[in-house]
Protein backbone atom coordinates (compact mmCIF):
# COMPACT_ATOMS: atom_id res chain seq x y z
CA UNK A 1 0.00 0.00 0.00
CA UNK A 2 2.57 2.13 0.96
CA UNK A 3 4.67 1.50 -3.03
CA UNK A 4 0.91 2.73 -4.33
CA UNK A 5 0.62 5.76 -2.59
CA UNK A 6 4.00 7.00 -2.57
CA UNK A 7 3.61 6.26 -6.95
CA UNK A 8 0.23 7.96 -6.96
CA UNK A 9 1.37 10.77 -4.66
CA UNK A 10 4.35 11.65 -7.36
CA UNK A 11 2.01 11.52 -9.92
CA UNK A 12 -0.01 14.19 -8.75
CA UNK A 13 2.63 16.29 -7.98
CA UNK A 14 3.59 16.23 -11.54
CA UNK A 15 0.55 16.77 -12.60
CA UNK A 16 -0.13 13.49 -14.04
CA UNK A 17 -2.91 10.87 -13.87
CA UNK A 18 -2.25 7.84 -11.28
CA UNK A 19 -1.61 4.38 -13.05
CA UNK A 20 -2.93 1.00 -12.20
CA UNK A 21 -0.17 -0.61 -9.65
CA UNK A 22 0.01 -4.96 -9.28
CA UNK A 23 1.68 -5.09 -6.21
CA UNK A 24 3.68 -8.41 -6.17
CA UNK A 25 5.29 -10.15 -2.85
CA UNK A 26 8.77 -12.00 -3.22
CA UNK A 27 8.81 -14.12 0.35
CA UNK A 28 11.40 -15.97 0.95
CA UNK A 29 11.35 -16.49 4.97
CA UNK A 30 11.15 -20.12 6.83
CA UNK A 31 7.39 -19.90 7.68
CA UNK A 32 4.88 -20.42 5.09
CA UNK A 33 3.41 -17.40 4.15
CA UNK A 34 -0.56 -17.59 4.00
CA UNK A 35 -2.57 -15.22 1.56
CA UNK A 36 -5.36 -13.41 3.21
CA UNK A 37 -7.34 -10.41 2.09
CA UNK A 38 -6.94 -7.06 3.60
CA UNK A 39 -9.97 -7.19 5.72
CA UNK A 40 -9.10 -10.51 7.54
CA UNK A 41 -6.50 -8.27 9.23
CA UNK A 42 -9.27 -6.06 11.02
CA UNK A 43 -10.58 -8.56 13.49
CA UNK A 44 -14.17 -7.31 15.04
CA UNK A 45 -14.90 -5.00 12.29
CA UNK A 46 -18.90 -5.32 11.11
CA UNK A 47 -20.12 -6.33 7.89
CA UNK A 48 -21.54 -3.40 7.16
CA UNK A 49 -18.39 -1.26 7.67
CA UNK A 50 -16.15 -3.52 5.64
CA UNK A 51 -16.59 -1.23 2.62
CA UNK A 52 -14.54 1.28 4.72
CA UNK A 53 -11.45 -1.10 4.79
CA UNK A 54 -8.69 -0.77 1.96
CA UNK A 55 -9.19 -3.66 0.29
CA UNK A 56 -6.82 -4.64 -2.75
CA UNK A 57 -5.22 -7.87 -4.09
CA UNK A 58 -1.32 -8.96 -4.26
CA UNK A 59 0.69 -11.68 -6.76
CA UNK A 60 2.43 -13.61 -3.70
CA UNK A 61 5.55 -15.51 -4.61
CA UNK A 62 6.54 -17.76 -1.43
CA UNK A 63 9.76 -18.52 -3.40
CA UNK A 64 11.39 -20.50 -0.05
CA UNK A 65 8.77 -23.54 -1.26
CA UNK A 66 9.95 -23.36 -4.95
CA UNK A 67 11.88 -26.24 -5.76
CA UNK A 68 15.22 -25.86 -6.64
CA UNK A 69 14.76 -26.48 -10.21
CA UNK A 70 12.19 -24.78 -10.60
CA UNK A 71 14.07 -21.80 -9.34
CA UNK A 72 16.85 -22.45 -11.43
CA UNK A 73 14.93 -23.05 -14.84
CA UNK A 74 13.39 -19.45 -14.62
CA UNK A 75 14.28 -18.00 -18.26
CA UNK A 76 15.55 -14.70 -16.90
CA UNK A 77 19.11 -15.96 -14.78
CA UNK A 78 19.35 -13.07 -13.11
CA UNK A 79 16.26 -13.72 -11.66
CA UNK A 80 16.86 -17.50 -11.21
CA UNK A 81 20.38 -17.01 -9.65
CA UNK A 82 19.13 -13.88 -6.97
CA UNK A 83 16.19 -16.34 -5.76
CA UNK A 84 18.42 -18.90 -5.65
CA UNK A 85 20.75 -16.85 -3.51
CA UNK A 86 17.54 -15.58 -1.32
CA UNK A 87 16.22 -19.08 -0.87
CA UNK A 88 20.05 -21.14 0.04
CA UNK A 89 21.70 -17.73 1.35
CA UNK A 90 22.13 -19.83 5.12
CA UNK A 91 23.32 -22.95 2.88
CA UNK A 92 27.15 -22.80 2.02
CA UNK A 93 26.79 -26.68 1.23
CA UNK A 94 23.94 -25.94 -1.55
CA UNK A 95 25.38 -23.14 -2.92
CA UNK A 96 28.28 -24.63 -3.93
CA UNK A 97 26.65 -27.34 -5.34
CA UNK A 98 24.77 -25.46 -7.82
CA UNK A 99 28.17 -23.22 -8.39
CA UNK A 100 28.82 -24.21 -12.03
CA UNK A 101 24.60 -23.32 -13.23
CA UNK A 102 24.45 -19.90 -11.19
CA UNK A 103 26.68 -17.51 -12.49
CA UNK A 104 27.53 -18.70 -15.99
CA UNK A 105 25.46 -15.83 -17.68
CA UNK A 106 27.60 -13.81 -15.26
CA UNK A 107 30.82 -14.45 -17.29
CA UNK A 108 29.76 -11.98 -20.24
CA UNK A 109 28.84 -9.25 -18.00
CA UNK A 110 31.76 -9.33 -15.52
CA UNK A 111 34.08 -6.08 -17.41
CA UNK A 112 30.49 -3.60 -17.80
CA UNK A 113 29.33 -2.16 -14.74
CA UNK A 114 26.24 -3.91 -14.31
CA UNK A 115 28.32 -7.43 -13.35
CA UNK A 116 30.60 -5.71 -11.14
CA UNK A 117 27.66 -4.65 -8.99
CA UNK A 118 25.86 -8.04 -9.25
CA UNK A 119 28.68 -9.83 -7.99
CA UNK A 120 29.75 -6.88 -5.31
CA UNK A 121 26.30 -7.12 -3.90
CA UNK A 122 26.50 -11.22 -3.94
CA UNK A 123 29.25 -10.98 -1.96
CA UNK A 124 28.05 -8.06 0.68
CA UNK A 125 24.48 -10.02 0.93
CA UNK A 126 26.15 -13.44 1.71
CA UNK A 127 27.96 -12.00 4.60
CA UNK A 128 25.36 -10.04 5.78
CA UNK A 129 23.13 -13.36 6.31
CA UNK A 130 25.74 -15.47 8.46
CA UNK A 131 29.24 -14.48 9.89
CA UNK A 132 31.71 -13.44 6.87
CA UNK A 133 32.62 -16.02 4.99
CA UNK A 134 35.62 -16.63 4.66
CA UNK A 135 38.11 -16.07 0.86
CA UNK A 136 37.99 -19.82 0.10
CA UNK A 137 34.06 -20.05 0.35
CA UNK A 138 33.49 -17.12 -2.90
CA UNK A 139 36.64 -18.41 -4.51
CA UNK A 140 35.22 -21.89 -5.21
CA UNK A 141 31.41 -20.26 -5.62
CA UNK A 142 33.18 -18.52 -9.22
CA UNK A 143 34.21 -21.44 -11.30
CA UNK A 144 36.38 -19.52 -13.89
CA UNK A 145 39.68 -17.97 -13.01
CA UNK A 146 38.66 -14.36 -14.68
CA UNK A 147 35.54 -14.22 -12.18
CA UNK A 148 37.74 -15.81 -9.41
CA UNK A 149 40.05 -12.85 -9.95
CA UNK A 150 37.28 -10.30 -9.71
CA UNK A 151 35.59 -11.99 -6.93
CA UNK A 152 38.65 -11.81 -4.73
CA UNK A 153 39.35 -8.20 -5.03
CA UNK A 154 36.02 -7.45 -4.64
CA UNK A 155 36.12 -9.31 -1.16
CA UNK A 156 39.66 -7.67 -0.18
CA UNK A 157 37.67 -3.96 -1.36
CA UNK A 158 34.88 -5.09 1.09
CA UNK A 159 36.61 -6.50 4.19
CA UNK A 160 39.20 -3.24 3.63
CA UNK A 161 36.30 -0.91 3.45
CA UNK A 162 34.30 -2.39 6.31
CA UNK A 163 31.26 -2.80 3.75
CA UNK A 164 30.10 -5.73 5.44
CA UNK A 165 29.37 -3.81 8.31
CA UNK A 166 28.83 -0.33 6.98
CA UNK A 167 25.35 -0.19 6.48
CA UNK A 168 25.31 3.28 4.33
CA UNK A 169 27.57 1.51 1.39
CA UNK A 170 25.57 -1.41 1.24
CA UNK A 171 22.28 -0.20 0.97
CA UNK A 172 24.30 2.31 -1.94
CA UNK A 173 24.78 -0.90 -3.38
CA UNK A 174 21.65 -2.55 -2.85
CA UNK A 175 19.97 1.14 -4.93
CA UNK A 176 22.48 1.37 -7.52
CA UNK A 177 21.60 -2.32 -8.96
CA UNK A 178 17.98 -1.72 -7.86
CA UNK A 179 18.36 0.77 -10.08
CA UNK A 180 20.15 -0.63 -13.54
CA UNK A 181 17.22 -3.09 -12.97
CA UNK A 182 14.28 -0.06 -13.44
CA UNK A 183 13.25 -0.42 -9.77
CA UNK A 184 12.04 2.93 -8.04
CA UNK A 185 14.59 3.26 -5.86
CA UNK A 186 13.08 6.13 -4.12
CA UNK A 187 9.84 3.44 -2.99
CA UNK A 188 12.94 1.09 -1.90
CA UNK A 189 14.58 3.20 -0.01
CA UNK A 190 11.25 3.98 1.94
CA UNK A 191 11.30 0.60 3.59
CA UNK A 192 14.78 0.85 4.62
CA UNK A 193 14.70 2.07 8.39
CA UNK A 194 18.64 1.89 9.01
CA UNK A 195 19.67 5.20 8.00
CA UNK A 196 18.24 8.56 8.52
CA UNK A 197 16.25 10.23 5.56
CA UNK A 198 19.14 12.77 4.79
CA UNK A 199 21.24 10.04 4.43
CA UNK A 200 19.15 7.92 1.79
CA UNK A 201 18.30 10.98 -0.30
CA UNK A 202 22.01 11.68 -0.58
CA UNK A 203 23.00 8.32 -1.77
CA UNK A 204 19.59 8.18 -4.07
CA UNK A 205 20.56 11.88 -5.74
CA UNK A 206 24.31 10.30 -6.16
CA UNK A 207 23.06 7.35 -7.77
CA UNK A 208 20.58 9.42 -10.24
CA UNK A 209 23.16 12.03 -11.13
CA UNK A 210 25.59 9.11 -11.71
CA UNK A 211 28.35 9.94 -9.40
CA UNK A 212 28.10 6.69 -7.46
Do not use: C
Amino acid sequence: MRYQLNSWELARKQKMKPTLLIPVVIYHGKSRWQYEPMKSYFSGVPEELHRFVPDFAYLLFDISHYSDERLLAFRNRFLATSFFLMKHRENERRLLEERERLFVWLEEFLETETGENYLRTTVVYLSKNLEPRPRDFFKQLFQTERSQRRVMTTYDQIIEEGVVKGKLEAFGILLKVAHQQGIDIQKLADHYNDLSKEEKQAVIEKIKAGTL
